[in-house]
C-alpha cells in the first residue's frame, strides 16, 4: 500500500495539530472542508489564542462536538503561545499536556510533524491489529504497547498508517473486504463474521 497516507490536509505542524484535534469523532473528510478558511483566518498559536470562543464555534460548526473541540483549541493555543513563545512543543510528552490533546493526538502529530517514532492506536489501528492477531488488547495504550514491542522504533510511523489506511478501505468494521485484502492469506480473521 504505497498510496498510504495521512488524510488530513495541512502544511505546518501547527495546522497539523489543529487538524488532529478536530478529526477527534468526526471524519478526516469534513475536517478538511473546514480547515482551508480556518488556517486562512488563524496562521499562528497567537491568532487562536486571541480569537473570542464564538468566532471559533462559528468557524469550526459543521465538526461534531464544535463547542468542547473550539474551547480545547482556544486553551491549547494560548498556552502554545505563553508557554512555549508560539512554538509546537516537539515532544509526546509536552503535546500530551495540552488542553485536548490526547496519547493519540500527541502520538500522530510528533510523528508525521517531527518523525518521532510513534505508534499511536485509534479504531481502525485497534481493529486491525486485532483481526490479524497482533493483539487480544482492547485499551488503546495497551494496543500500542504490544504493537510497539512487535516492530523497531523506525517503522512505528509507517505501521500506524498502513493499518490506518487499510482498516479504512478494506478491513472495515462491519463488512471487511476480505477477498480483496492484501493480507488475507496470512490473516487468522479473528472476530471476523462476515466477509465478502
Known sequence: MPE???????????????????????????????????????????DYARARLPELEKAIRRIGLFRGKARNLHAAMQRIAREHGG???????????LPGVGWKTAGVVVNHA????????????GRVSRRLGLTRQEDPDKVEAELSALLPPERWGRAHQLLIWHG????IARKPH???????????????????
Do not use: W
Open 178 to 196: 476480505c477477498s480483496r485484502c492484501v493480507v488475507a492469506a496470512d490473516c487468522p480473521k479473528v472476530g471476523v463474521k462476515i466477509s465478502d
Open 4 to 46: 498510504a497516507r495521512i488524510a488530513l490536509e495541512y502544511e505546518n505542524e501547527l495546522q497539523l495539530l489543529v487538524a488532529v484535534m478536530l478529526s477527534a469523532q468526526a471524519t478526516d473528510a469534513v475536517v478538511n472542508t473546514v480547515t482551508p478558511e480556518l488556517f486562512a483566518k488563524y496562521r499562528t498559536a497567537e
Open 87 to 97: 512554538k509546537l512543543p516537539r515532544t509526546r510528552e509536552e503535546l500530551y499536556r
Open 114 to 125: 517531527f518523525g518521532t517514532p510513534a505508534l499511536p492506536v485509534d479504531t481502525h489501528v
Open 168 to 171: 479504512r478501505r478494506t478491513c
